[in-house]
């Protein structure tokens, strides 16, 4: 499946992972495999590595399913990452308050969605 410049069940694009073409834009398995690589040592990891620096925040978002953004702020972070850009912070976190305000809507939302999978059942 291709859309736009996006490969595959993981929508793996050209641009940014240059390199990693054609097996990943063409087998599926391949395909998978590089973009959870890809989402926990790169996106994953800058989350992470984000939310270090920022310990102290204080996270007071709430998704359109009612959820708290508490526990699950480096997960949406990290997903924000992988649809946006590896670099791409979904907080910015305000120094004098500590409190932490979405900076991405649009990462937001796509993290909202993915996680709301976790929560659906069929």
Known sequence: MQEGNDFGIMRINQPSHFGAF??????????????????????????????????????QNTDK?????????????????????EKKNLYVVDEETR??????EIGWNYAAEVENIKYTKY
């Open 99 to 104: 409190i932490a305000s979405v900076l991405d």
């Open 22 to 59: 054609p097996d990943v834009a063409w087998n599926w398995y391949e395909n998978v495999d590089y973009g959870k690589k890809y989402y926990e040592k790169t996106c994953l990891k800058n989350a992470t590595d984000f939310n270090r620096d920022n310990k102290n925040a204080i996270y």
């Open 65 to 85: 399913y009612g959820r708290i953004d508490t526990s699950d702020h480096i997960e949406r972070d990290a997903l924000c990452r992988y649809n946006r850009g």
